[in-house]
């Protein structure tokens, strides 16, 4: 290479990811379901015919990359911002721009728009109205659902794909060209990788693209070159460049794991409910936030059946809290186990909503019966009828009849315990007690 080719150093100081980029349509990897020969998008950016899209899925999924290739088949001009930086001021200048196109040399402008869920109903508004007459394509990419992230008006006016995380043949298959690839991949390096590493790689990967040719190249790059001039990497070296999976998830995934743990909990699937946990955990969920649900659940759908339950429940929230992240996921997973196993009883939750209910909608006028009010200090409360309140220790089982409720609720149930587990043991007790209701 030339000492003053500036632009051969600069496409050798770009990541492997970057440089191993398909620049067609052909070479793209994955997403058949979006650029199979014949599908609707291939033919649109075939025909120059595609409308204003938005690219949704996971990270390393060729989001971008497929915005550039449309970028470079196309005949119009092509604009990219960054939702995170761009501001209103840059969205009037590509507007701008994009009408002068269409008004002085007849072309369209594509606006690629990277992490769009990031832009603001106000940079949204100003962008709306172009889309609408078509002076601009707009090329949305996002991690997170368009649905539930973005303004409705743009999405509305827009054809969402949806991505899928790579499997791990595809990811393999990538791998090997880009060792292969003396241009733009790693083939100057000669490197040796064994098969065993490199499935570890494409399965640790988790579907990203990007995090595997990060990996891959972080591996070669650091293995010391052998006495016969090649870089052999191994297991050992491909798992320290790769250490864990990579489980980062969208906001959609976020609520949909969590909500599958609550209702693996509520469902008594321990299975489940630690296997979510878990993906949660690794993902970056805080495991605060676990034992928090965890301990909510455990009144809510345990109850007394199993008053043990909510105990062991905050006794892990504790620990947890004290021990940290990530021994403290022992005491927590316990606790998930037991929740599970538990007896289950959503009298507490159905109980707590109907006495809500009735606090916030029924008149009390009568009020506290006057016997259960405050006479402790001087001046205030009737005697007489303070002297009416029976003692429940006076009397056998620590128990009386006697009315708690105010006039207009007197005869209110809140509480009926189920059969399941202790709730069993509170029916007899209420039996012995001579309890009527």
């Known amino acids: 290479m030339d000492l003053f080719d500036l632009n051969g150093n600069e496409e050798q100081a770009k990541p492997l990811a970057e440089r191993m980029r398909a620049n067609n349509l052909n070479d793209f990897i994955g997403q058949r379901h979006i650029v199979a020969e014949g599908s609707l998008l291939r033919r649109a950016i075939s025909l120059d015919r595609l409308g204003s899209c938005i690219f949704y899925g996971p990270p390393g999924t060729g989001k971008t990359t497929l915005a550039n290739i449309i970028a470079s088949t196309t005949h119009g001009e092509f604009i990219k911002l960054n939702a995170v930086q761009a501001g209103v001021a840059d969205v009037k200048a590509a507007v701008k721009q994009a009408e002068d196109n269409l008004k002085l040399y007849g072309k369209r402008t594509y606006l690629m728009l990277d992490e769009c869920h990031r832009f603001n109903k106000t940079q949204s508004d100003s962008l709306l109205p172009s889309i609408e007459k078509g002076t601009i394509i707009f090329i949305g990419s996002t991690t997170e659902n368009p649905y539930a992230s973005m303004t409705p008006a743009i999405v509305s006016r827009c054809r969402v794909f949806e991505f899928k995380r790579l499997s791990d043949e595809e990811i393999l298959s990538a791998l090997k060209k880009a060792l292969n690839d003396k241009r733009k991949g790693l083939g100057e390096y000669q490197a040796e990788v064994e098969e065993v590493a490199l499935n570890h790689i494409a399965t640790m990967a988790g579907g990203d693209l ?45 609520y949909d794991y969590l909500s599958a743990f609550c209702k693996s909990l509520r469902g008594s699937d321990s299975n489940a409910a630690l296997y979510y946990a878990m993906r949660l955990a690794e993902g970056g969920c805080d495991p605060m936030l676990i034992a928090r649900r965890l301990v909510v659940h455990s009144a809510e759908d345990v109850g007394l059946a199993d008053p043990r339950a909510l105990q062991i429940a905050t006794s892990a929230m504790y620990a947890l809290e004290k021990i940290g992240y990530p021994e403290g996921l022992e005491p927590l997973c316990e606790a998930i186990i037991y929740v599970c196993e538990a007896p289950k009883s959503n009298t507490v939750e159905v109980s707590m909503n109907a006495a809500k209910e009735d606090a916030r909608n029924v008149r009390d006028d009568d009020g506290v019966p006057p016997y259960l009010k405050d006479n402790s200090y001087g001046g205030k409360g009737d005697k007489a009828q303070s002297a009416r309140y029976k003692y429940p220790h006076n009397y056998p089982q620590g128990f009386i009849e006697q009315q708690y409720l105010p006039d207009r609720l007197k005869d209110k149930i809140y509480y009926v315990p189920s059969d399941y587990g202790y709730e069993r043991t509170i029916q007899e007790i209420r039996k012995i007690k001579g309890k009527r209701r």
């Open 210 to 254: 990007r995090a595997a040719y990060n990996a891959l190249e972080l591996a070669v790059l650091t293995t010391p070159v052998s006495a016969d001039g090649t870089v052999k990497v191994t297991l050992s070296d491909a798992e320290q460049s790769i250490q864990r999976k990579s489980l980062a998830y969208n906001t959609d995934d976020y």
